[in-house]
């Protein structure tokens, strides 16, 4: 991720204000400026998802060219979605504004916008369910908290909404177990309804429809994509690897996210795959339709993520492997492991994933029939099934990042930080306050990860920043490892801002790099073409 | 939509300068994409950027991986970014026409 020419300064961005101003928070009034919002959804995309009311509008404008009857559509959504929703009523009655959720948000803490706090940013819904929805609301109106539906509060709706990442770190904290994540998800679902979207979550979900990823990569780009990874990975350890794409009657289905064989870092994460699954004689198979394993649909409704989730069981059963495994995507996993089972399972047609090298039943995948990676090599390295040196990855003195979605929507926790010991010497945990279930967002989730957003993702991502910086100071950290293609993509430019010298790697990037393969040449260059310790004489590409 | 005008020069673009139609790109084009990117002078080594990524794109409708834009082309992801500030998505796919890249990227 580039930086802007334009953005400001860390000196100027960490001068925050906690004083909240003096003005009622109902006033909805907001100011779209350059550097907080998204742009609006590209009509293209809109049409080739068959969405409402595509139109060409941009937040900045005062006429977001609303359709007449947007209110009826709106309240109607959000009384279709409250019965619907068990959790949704609950979480909309249940809050006593106790406010410990107040400063868990990233973005509360990097903006000091009280409308960040977690509770406040709920309570710009709740508000309206309060007047529309209650008796004490329908009678006192404001004295019960209730809020009219106007167009300034749609505008306030969408840029509050898309300023929360759908992290879930308020809700660890939460007496009551509110999800404010699944507050945003249903307020972005309802501006979706009147034609109000982003363009950085309408496209990709419009090209994974298309093309099968979010990136728009066709099958023909994905597989000279594969082919030419296997090539750099000769070129590197000297071992030609052959995986295939959409191969029948292969026994996993292994899924990545798309930036994994396009971007960088994303990358030498994607070699490290190769080079495991090979090293292993794993009989796997890519799929050019499931091309994709994250799920942008996520961040616009659970009929959009339903609609791209399915592509993954379909095209199990399509190829007819035995059970799925998935590479290092954030979100992807809050989708698999809190929604797929029943919005497009049973996958009955799929077996209990079983490791093939040690015979380890992934009891915890029975219903879903889908792995992470890391369960997957944690349990090769528990077995003792790779040979690994891990002074090649020496260079590195190296942090941890929990990605949001692995971390707190699905526990995993140990099972990277295990792999991490088994493949480099120098590891060092961030304070126990940002790590784990704690852990601070990148600020560029669900969606947000633009350029025209660029304040509000430094903001957003500026806990997390200092977190680093506090291990980069103390212990010389100079990489921050993630698993989450998200984080890749905008940990660098982030580190690059708030804490110069830190890079950003993947957890299977340093698997490959300590991965010591049978009949491999002598290796002189890390996956990313830089000299391994103790080669930095030697001539290298 | 946001037009972009320079001399002869007159497309359709983004919000943030990406061609809405690719297909209208030609070298003039190219030149002046590249002075909103702060590239004044397309030099050899430029072009056999923006050359690279036009064939991709032509056989493939997007842009090439990055590590491939470097290996295919020779230069380092550093040399590249000394060409286009933006570095290769947001600068370099600015310039040879193509559209801006979505999703983890």
Redesign the interface.
Known sequence: MTMSKKHPKPEELVAIDYQPRRRDWMDPHVEFRKGTFNYSANPKSMEYLGLPFVRKWQPTEDDWKLPPNWKEIILNGLRERIDRFRSLRIFMDICVRCGACADKCHFYIGSGDPKNMPVLRAELLRSVYRKDFTTAGKILGKLAGGRELTIPVLKEWFYYFYQCTECRRCSVFCPYGIDTAEITIIGRELLNLVGIGIDWITTPAANCFRTGNHLGIQPHGFKDSVDFAADDLEDITGIKVNPSVNRKGAEVLFVVPSADYFGDPHYFGFLGYLALFHEIGLDYTFSAFASEGGNFGLFHSHEMMKRLNAKIYAEAKRLGVKYIIGGECGHMWRVLHQYMDTMNGPADFLEVPKSPVTGTVFENARSTKMIHIAEFTADLIKHRKLKLDPHRNDNHRITFHDSCNPARAMGLLEEPRYILKNVCNHFYEMPENTIREQTFCCGSGSGLGTDENLEMRLRGGFPRANAVRYVHENHGVNLLVCICAIDKATLPGLMDFWVPGVSVGGLHELVGNALVMKGEKERDNDFRGTPLPGKEEKVHV | ?PIFEQGEVKINV???GFMEEPDQWNEKVALALASTE?VDNLTENHWKVVNYLREYYQK???A?????LC?ETGFS?KEIYDMF???P???ACKVAGL?K?????
């Open positions: 939509m983004d919000e943030d702060g493939y409708g997007i090439p991986m990055i590590r491939k290996k992801l500030p933006s570095g998505a947001k600068g559209a890249p979505t999703g983890c990227v």
